[in-house]
């Protein structure tokens, strides 16, 4: 049984950039990636990152967040630049391992973006 540690989180101003970490305990992952969840709202996707380093990208984000991971570490990473208070959520890790397909959720950290 995995688990999924994040770090990272916290409070920034408008326009700012902030580096979300996911540390997953054992295994192997084919899909590493985030989702976030705003008050009132579904969680949605943010960014995946196979194995394979092909990258999936939310609309909302394109081109100021960047999914990045380390294999060798279990550890995935997002780094959000250009941060909006539409930004604001708690963010979950997420990971599919293989061969079981079993999917792995983090416990969310909280980012907010405000001035």
Sequence with gaps: QAQLVESGGGLVQPGGSLRLSCAASS??????GWYR???????EL???ITIGENTVYADSVKGRFTVSRD????TVYLQMS?????DTAVYFCY????????????QGTQVTVSS
Aim: hydrophobic share 35%; charged share 20%.
């Design 71 to 74: 294999n060798a570490k279990n």
């Design 27 to 32: 295994g192997i992952f084919t899909i590493m």
């Design 82 to 86: 250009s941060l909006a208070p539409e």
């Design 95 to 106: 990971s599919k391992a293989w061969p079981t397909r079993t999917d792995y959720w983090g």
């Design 37 to 43: 969840q705003a008050p009132g709202k579904q969680r």
């Design 46 to 48: 943010v960014a995946t």
